[in-house]
């Protein structure tokens, strides 16, 4: 799992490339730890993440609730069709700003 | 043993027999030169005297005598019978004259002229030449003197002489014919050397002096001076004598000196240089034991050798004494480093053996593989090791390496080496990642530019795919699904330790069920027999394929029968390793018709990749496609970490997975052993609630619940069994 971050003043946009699974997750909840402080805009590019499961949903979760408590906006976009499925399934599709092409 | 001769007795032999042989020749040469030289110096002393004495008598006087004489032996008829048979008569004729006062007087003077001589006699005589005769007309001499008159030849007593001495004179008759010529053939000459022979002075050397010759009247007088042979002989005798005397004397005085000096000079300091090696010799045991230094031959002191050769020796006997002294003192220390050696080698022996896994089987409760190393130590202690171990339950780690070197730092390094390798693998990675890791820190902490190949495979016990990665080590040798074992050409990197910052490549090479991996070190292919011949891998090869193993024991057991009868009684330098692994694959049952397939492993999140590799590969062998595998690999997470984060609470236990084939799709089954309890039972989590309500929780399941066309949970036997079907 690889995670690129692009830090541009109050906005945070992060890439997700691989599998956010049980055993990469904590590193992505641990950098967003590190780095939401202050962002009023965070962006998930999720066009190459191949998996994710609820390690991943959970983490996702946990920084849409960062963002609503400091008053950003949180969006995921470019989601396959099988990250939008498992989105669908657990009804994230209805906490998360999905932007899709 | 025969009695030796002393070089004392030796050396005066010697000299008694070569002064006896020159004494010989010397004598012989001698002799002869004083027997040419006396007999010279007497016909010139009878020349003298007769010369002498004739010149003391008139000549007139002796003419008159001569032709006197002359006159009556022509006078009678056959003198020389009348002189054999009536001697009286024939002597009668010349009575007149030697009663004359002439005879008388020239008688008296000639023999008053000899006698100061040493002339025996001095002979007034008439020879006739043409009848080989002659007489005595006076014989000047103080015994028996012989009448006027008496006859004698001169044919008779050369011969004579000659027959007198026993000998074949080869010269006497050209001696004879010499005389012959000179009163015969030219008679009234000097002449001299002769020997002829008379009744009284029995061999007599004679010379003439021709006095008075007329040889129209046949006259031929004569002086003649007679000198005994015997007397000649006699100084001969003494003469040789003499000298056989002072050589005798000479000799002995030699001997005496020779024998003293050899005796001073070679005989006592050898004997004195043999008794003390003697006792060097008998004092050895005593050495050995006290360790004392000796000064034996520190005695021999320079002046008492005054042969160079003796002295030389006895310089050579000291050396070695010093040298046998400084030998001493080193031994202890000798025997010390020597017993210091042998404890290293025996330690490094143990460490090399302790350390490596030796009980088989080594992992009784594991179907899915069964394995046998062993290490066979050369007589140096080297550095080979083997490992194997599993570094989780679906994972097992196998090691071969070899440290360069031999001995206690040998021994060392492997031991660091090893639990380098074992640590940095339980940590996690590929061969290739750990080799890379251990290589740095081999580098970091190596003073003795020590070295190992490495070979680490990890094998994914569930689906017999093996990634490893080799750090200068011997091709391992793969069985695959064609039956005969090859070497599998890996590619190679530097061995560790060498260098710092070493790339190592990883590869991979699948064990089908069945397949098997032998891995060995060089002491195998490197094995040489009496003719220096390697082993080899094509015996090596050709041993594992020819064997009838039935078990990794037994592949191991037929390489080393093999390897024994190569080398025969060649001793072998380098320890002997190798690693028989059989891979069975996992536990494939026939369950009603449908395939199974069962991972055992620990339930740890760490597992969780294994676990879905496992369900993965069956998957894509039923011909899954990969959003129904993706939806599959999400429920297997969620239930196996589900398992592994809660049915053994604190602890660690193993988790059963079993897939198959099951109604249109795949069934896959998650068995534990903790505590009970069952997914199913729990509410689902309201998924219409907004974010800040949402519970972090629960959403797993229920996400499986959602994808999966089936799910079931029973508890049977303190077991969890809980099953998820998904069409494809």
């Known amino acids: 799992m690889q995670i690129e971050k692009n830090k541009d003043g109050s906005n945070l946009e992060v890439k997700l490339i691989g599998r956010l699974d049980t055993t990469t997750s904590p590193e992505l909840e641990k950098e967003l730890g590190e780095n939401l402080a202050g962002i009023t805009r965070l962006v998930f590019d999720v066009s190459e993440l191949a998996y994710i499961s609820s390690a991943g949903l959970r983490v996702l979760l946990s920084a849409q609730k960062t963002m609503n408590s400091q008053s950003g906006s949180m969006v995921i976009r470019h989601a396959s069709d099988e990250i939008m499925e498992i989105f669908e399934v657990t009804g994230f599709t209805d906490i998360l700003t999905i932007e899709n092409d | ?728």
Not at chain 2, 64 to 79: G, K, R, T, V, W
Not at chain 2, 154 to 175: E, M, R
Not at chain 2, 623 to 637: F, N, R, Y
Request: net charge negative; glycine share 6%.
């Open chain 2, 1 to 728: 043993m025969k009695k030796k001769t002393s070089i004392k007795q030796a050396i005066v032999s010697l000299i008694v027999v070569v002064s006896l042989l020159l004494s010989l020749v010397f004598l012989a040469v001698a002799t002869v030169f004083f027997v040419s030289e006396l007999t010279e110096t007497y016909s010139d002393m009878e020349m003298a005297v007769t010369g002498a004495c004739a010149e003391a008598v008139s000549p007139k006087e002796l003419k008159q005598l001569a032709e006197a004489c002359n006159e009556i032996y022509c006078s009678i008829e056959d003198p020389e019978t009348e002189f054999e048979t009536d001697r009286e008569t024939y002597l009668s004729h010349f009575k007149e004259i030697q009663e004359s006062d002439l005879y008388k007087k020239v008688w008296q003077t000639l023999n008053a002229e000899r006698r100061p001589t040493g002339v025996t006699a001095l002979d007034y005589v008439l020879i006739f030449p043409d009848q080989d005769v002659g007489i005595y007309i006076m014989d000047a001499s103080d015994v028996n003197v012989l009448p006027c008159g008496e006859l004698f030849t001169v044919q008779q007593p050369v011969y004579y002489t000659c027959q007198n001495l026993g000998i074949d004179l080869p010269g006497a008759d050209s001696f004879y014919r010499k005389s012959l010529a000179i009163y015969g053939e030219e008679p009234g000459r000097d002449f001299d050397g002769f020997i002829s022979y008379s009744t009284t002075y029995h061999e007599v050397w004679t010379d003439g002096r021709a006095l008075y010759v007329e040889p129209a009247k046949g006259i031929y007088a004569y002086m003649m001076a007679d000198i005994p042979v015997n007397e000649v002989q006699i100084r001969v005798v003494i003469y040789i004598v003499e000298v056989a005397l002072v050589s005798a004397l000479l000799t002995i005085i030699v001997c005496l000196f020779v024998s003293r000096s050899t005796q001073a000079d070679i005989a006592d300091p050898i004997r004195e240089i043999s008794s003390k090696a003697d006792y060097f010799v008998e004092s050895y045991e005593l050495r050995a034991d006290t360790r004392d230094e000796t000064h034996i031959f520190e005695e021999l002191k320079a002046e008492m050798l005054k042969v160079r050769e003796l002295y030389e020796l006895s310089r050579s006997l000291q050396s070695m004494e010093l040298e046998m002294n400084s030998y001493l003192r080193d031994l202890d220390t000798m025997i010390n480093d020597r017993a210091r050696i042998s404890t290293e080698l025996d330690i490094a022996t143990r460490i090399q053996t302790s350390m490596l896994p030796s009980v088989f089987p080594a992992f009784p409760d594991r179907q899915e593989f069964d394995l046998f190393a062993s290490m066979k130590p050369a007589k140096e202690v080297g550095g080979d090791f083997y490992d194997f171990f599993l570094v989780d339950s679906d994972h097992l780690a196998l090691v071969m390496a070899d440290v360069s070197g031999k001995g206690i730092p040998a021994a060392l390094f492997m031991t660091v080496s090893r639990s380098m390798i074992r640590n940095r693998t339980e940590r996690g990675g590929s061969p290739g990642e750990i080799l890379v890791d251990v290589n740095d820190s081999l580098c970091e902490q190596n003073m003795g530019d020590m070295f190992v190949t490495v070979w680490l495979g990890i094998l994914t016990i569930s689906t017999g795919e093996i990634v490893a990665s080799s750090a200068g080590h011997e091709y391992p040798a793969i069985y695959g699904n064609d039956g005969r074992y090859a070497l599998l050409k890996d590619k190679h990197g530097l061995a560790c330790g060498a260098m710092k910052g070493v790339r190592y490549r990883d590869y991979t090479v699948s064990l089908p069920p069945g397949g098997r991996l032998f891995l060995y070190t060089d002491g195998v292919p490197e094995a040489t027999d009496l003719q220096e011949t390697l082993f080899g891998t094509d015996r090596m090869l050709e041993a594992l394929n020819n064997g009838t193993a039935e078990n990794p024991a037994d592949t191991i057991e037929g390489v080393h029968e093999a390897v024994d009868r190569f080398v025969g009684q060649a001793e072998q330098f380098d320890d002997t390793t190798m690693l028989s692994l059989w891979y069975r694959g996992v536990t494939d049952q026939e369950d009603g018709g449908k395939r199974m397939k069962e991972l055992r492993i620990e339930a740890k999140v760490d597992n969780l990749a294994a676990v879905q590799d496992f369900v993965g590969a069956f998957l894509e062998e039923k011909g899954c496609g990969m959003k129904t595998q993706l939806t599959i690999d999400v429920a297997v997470e969620e239930i196996f970490v589900n398992i592994a984060s809660y049915a053994y609470g604190d602890s660690v236990g193993d988790a059963l997975i079993r897939v198959e084939e099951a109604e249109g799709g795949a069934a896959i089954t998650f068995i534990d052993s903790g505590v009970p309890y069952d997914p199913l039972a729990k509410e689902d989590p309201d998924i219409t609630l907004s974010a800040a309500e949402r519970q972090i929780g629960g959403l797993g399941i229920f996400m499986v619940k959602k994808s999966m066309d089936d799910m079931r949970y029973e508890r049977r036997d303190n077991h969890n069994i809980l099953t998820i079907v998904k069409k494809f």
